[in-house]
């Protein structure tokens, strides 16, 4: 077998402007430049990897293109004396499976200011387990602490909580010892989401107010939020006084129907989750605080397992929004 051609999911725009996918030989010598080499050995699926694994531009602008924006596995070749082969290795964020080739192929090659090298006391499908999504839950908790948010203050809302960084959201805060409020769509997933700790499961219309109030009832000490538009709005205006509300995506719509006013009645604060571009510094405190203080048991009942010949239905379920959890891809 050459030593050069390795297995990647690929995805092609065709002449009448659709997407086709299909997993096919590449050759490394096609990998774009970096000095980092890696045999991948695990990649994890996220929503982007959905968009852009269906042709969304604003995610990949050219095709073909192998998505995966989350790779673990060994070095096997670096430029960068940072990093020797064999060491072994993870890589979130930043522009893979973007714009550049991504984890759904068995080898990247990367910048080595992208590269973390692999905390102790995770293994390399641990890592995955939790990829952006987890990595993004851990940034939002670890803001609302930094915010001064205790548990003494009360609930915290936590919405799209059976997706990938809702579920590990609700997972963390609960054995951190905060009272959660799971808001899903997914009536069907109660015991899922009480099974990772959640106190109280909502329908997500009880977080969806769309009368144009300015301000709503308090309840919420703090919420996490993964839909943007009027559920964000929402929390705003629901949240109590100097609470906080951490926004990690936008999956309904990246609008905020809001006036000012939970800002400066209510001194609530909306913190920003930018998991892509985080220093590396913060990177490696979050990654370190994964393999150790917030890795808790129950985490690893958040996935499920499929290898690249497998994962054209798991793209299709999280596009879809009936993904549960987190899918973790087999590049071995």
């Known amino acids: 077998m050459n030593e050069n051609i390795f297995k990647a999911l690929v995805v092609s725009e065709n002449d009448d402007q659709t997407f086709t996918r299909k997993v096919a030989d590449r050759f490394l010598e096609d990998l774009p430049e970096g000095e980092v080499l890696i045999r991948v050995h695990y990649s994890s699926l996220n929503y982007k990897d959905g968009l852009s694994s269906i042709g969304n531009r604003g995610v990949t602008r050219n095709y073909p293109h192998t998505p995966g924006i989350d790779a673990s596995g060994e070095v096997a070749e670096s430029s960068d004396s940072k990093f020797m082969p064999g060491d072994r290795v993870l890589v979130t964020g930043y522009d893979l499976g973007m714009n550049t080739s991504g984890g759904f192929g068995q080898y990247i090659r990367v910048p080595a200011d992208w590269v973390v090298p692999l905390p102790e006391g995770l293994s390399l499908k641990e890592s995955m387990i939790f990829g952006t999504a987890g990595f993004t839950a851990a940034l939002s908790v670890n803001a609302l602490q930094n915010h001064g948010i205790t548990p003494e203050q009360g609930e915290i809302v936590v919405t799209g909580s059976t997706g990938g960084v809702g579920s590990i959201s609700v997972l963390l805060l609960s054995n951190l010892g905060y009272d959660v409020v799971a808001s899903t769509g997914k009536s069907s997933e109660t015991d899922f989401l009480k099974g990772l700790g959640a106190k109280e499961i909502i329908a997500r219309d009880v977080v969806n107010d769309e009368s144009k109030k300015p301000l709503l009832k308090q309840r919420w000490a703090a919420g996490i ?14 949240t109590k006084q100097r609470g906080a509300v951490a926004t990690t995506g936008n999956v309904a719509s990246a609008n905020l129907p809001i006036t000012v006013y939970p800002f400066i009645l209510r001194g609530v604060s909306l913190l920003g989750i930018d998991s892509g571009q985080t220093p590396m510094n913060l990177r490696c405190q979050i990654w370190n605080k994964l393999a150790s203080e917030w890795k808790f048991p129950q985490f690893k ?27 973790v891809v087999n590049l071995q």
């Open 301 to 327: 009942k958040l996935s499920t397992d499929c290898d690249l010949d497998n994962l054209e239905p798991e793209i299709e379920k999280i596009i879809a929004g009936h993904q549960r959890g987190r899918v």
């Open 225 to 238: 939020d993964t839909v943007g538009d009027t559920t964000l709005a929402t929390l705003l205006k629901s």
